[in-house]
């Protein structure tokens, strides 16, 4: 039987705020999902990578955002990896900087993979969860509006991928996925991640 993938409880970072914000009562939700709500000021500790997607998919519901997984990765930084977020800012390079998360992809998130795939000047960056299609959403939202954030983090405010892709239908109102992730979203694509410019 294959192990069960695990996730940081730094998964979660900027849960409190947001779900506050939408008026929520986080501790409530977290301990609901079988979660410890002292773990979210314990960022090192891990749990089953599909309690906290299926906390994500309840908080959604709950608040009635379909966006709720962009709504969190707006609010994540550069510094949310932590020791990683250095070793990412010295790399000379897109590719480069793309190589390490993927090596270390796993000290974060055991269900989250990352594939990078090029094609002349342009690369696809896939996002994989090790996740059932029900609990995938905002998991999957957030794992690429995070990796958005973290290449505008590097390469400046003004850097656009090609297309920002989701295998999933669109939601009813895309509004905060176009202010979060500009006018390049889209879905029922055949990938969920980034295209990019490599050259």
Do not use: K
């Not at 999902?33 to 908080?59: C, F, M, Y």
């Not at 000047?121 to 029900?134: F, N």
């Not at 500009?182 to 969920?192: M, N």
Request: glycine share 6%; net charge neutral.
């Amino acid at each position: 039987m294959p192990a069960t993938p695990l996730a940081r409880y730094a998964s979660l970072n900027n849960f409190v705020e947001l779900t506050r914000s939408l008026g929520l009562d986080p501790t409530a939700m977290v301990r609901d999902a079988g979660l410890d709500p002292a773990g979210l000021d314990t960022q090192d500790r891990w749990v089953p990578a599909a309690a906290i997607a299926d906390l994500l998919e309840h908080a959604s519901a709950a608040s009635g955002c379909e966006d709720f997984g962009i709504r969190l990765a707006e609010l994540r930084r550069f510094s949310n990896l932590g020791p990683l977020s250095l070793v990412v800012r010295e790399e000379p390079d897109v590719r480069h900087a793309l190589q390490i998360l993927t090596r270390y992809e796993h000290l974060y998130n055991e269900a989250l993979h990352i594939h990078l795939a090029e094609t002349d000047a342009t690369a696809t960056i896939r996002i994989r969860l090790d996740l059932s299609q029900a609990r995938r959403r905002q998991s999957t939202e957030l794992a690429v509006g995070v990796l958005y954030r973290l290449m505008r983090a590097f390469l400046g405010a003004t850097w656009q991928p090609v297309a920002v892709g989701f295998t999933h239908r669109p939601p009813r109102h895309d509004t905060i996925h176009h202010r979060a992730l500009g006018p390049v979203a889209r879905f029922g694509e055949d990938y969920d991640g980034l295209r990019v410019h490599v050259r």
